[in-house]
Nanobody
Framework: QVPVVESGGGSVQAGGSLRLSCTAP????????MDWYRQPPGKERELVAR???????SYADSVEGRFTISTDKHADTVYLQMNSLKPEETEMYLC???????????WGQGTQVTVSS
């Protein structure tokens, strides 16, 4: 079983919306923090959104008010709802399971988001 799997990427026009999913079996039981990052080609990964085991969330300034991170604990899934997308947000989006009480750090393979103008 792969620890972290992303889905939901695709192509959308500027101003549109997408919802990404990250299935991470056991992240609730292992008390993990779950993060969404994004990475443009040839550049560093950027933290987009974070949700902590206690439910507190935080966001990059560039997405505050447009993106929302949430969880479905029964499904061991973390979502990233992205609204008002911009062409410059065409990047690979990756999910990270981190700071777990009882599991190792693990990156997903990523899901591509393409925003056309």
């Amino acid at each position: 079983q792969v620890p972290v799997v992303e889905s939901g990427g695709g192509s959308v026009q500027a101003g549109g919306s997408l919802r990404l999913s990250c299935t991470a079996p056991g992240f609730v039981a292992n008390v993990c923090e779950m993060d969404w990052y994004r990475q443009p080609p040839g550049k560093e990964r950027e933290l987009v959104a974070r949700i902590r085991p206690d439910g507190r969330t935080s966001y990059a300034d560039s997405v505050e008010g447009r993106f929302t991170i949430s969880t479905d604990k029964h499904a061991d899934t973390v979502y990233l709802q992205m609204n008002s997308l911009k062409p410059e947000e065409t990047e690979m989006y990756l999910c990270l399971r981190d700071r777990c009480a009882a599991a190792v750090r693990y990156w997903g393979q990523g899901t591509q988001v393409t925003v056309s103008s």
